[in-house]
């Protein structure tokens, strides 16, 4: 079992900055990987961006150049680093844990909403 606790959301202007934290506790040396998705209201959950535990990153297009995703392993935790957020990225923001692409535990989510 792993649980992940998420921080760090709230309400910022368009332009502004964010980090969202998820700390993992459990079974974390049977993650492979792990990641941020995000669902805004009536849309499904997309892939924001994942982290592999040899530090490999991949972005959505859509966050590519603006969000950073980096661990910090001493600390089982993984941030969000977002800048130039924009309105469309208002979403509930949930931490992911890959233990098998089969298994996946999530977090209780995190709300950001970003202002226009």
């Known amino acids: 079992q792993v649980q992940l606790v998420e921080s760090g959301g709230g309400l910022v202007q368009a332009g502004g900055s964010l980090r969202l934290s998820c700390a993992a506790s459990?079974?974390?040396?049977?993650?492979?990987?792990m990641g941020w998705y995000r669902q805004a209201p009536g849309k499904q959950r997309e892939l924001v961006a994942t982290?592999?535990?040899?530090?490999?990153?991949n972005y959505a297009d859509s966050v590519k150049g603006r969000f950073t995703i980096s661990r910090h392993n001493a600390k089982n935790t993984v941030y969000l680093q977002m800048n130039s957020l924009k309105p469309e990225d208002t979403a509930v923001y949930y931490c992911?844990?890959?233990?098998?692409?089969?298994?996946?535990?999530w977090g209780q989510g995190t709300q950001v909403t970003v202002s226009s």
């Open positions: 459990g079974s974390i040396f049977s993650i492979n990987a």
């Open positions: 992911n844990a890959q233990v098998h692409s089969w298994l996946n535990y």
């Open positions: 982290i592999t535990s040899g530090g490999s990153t």
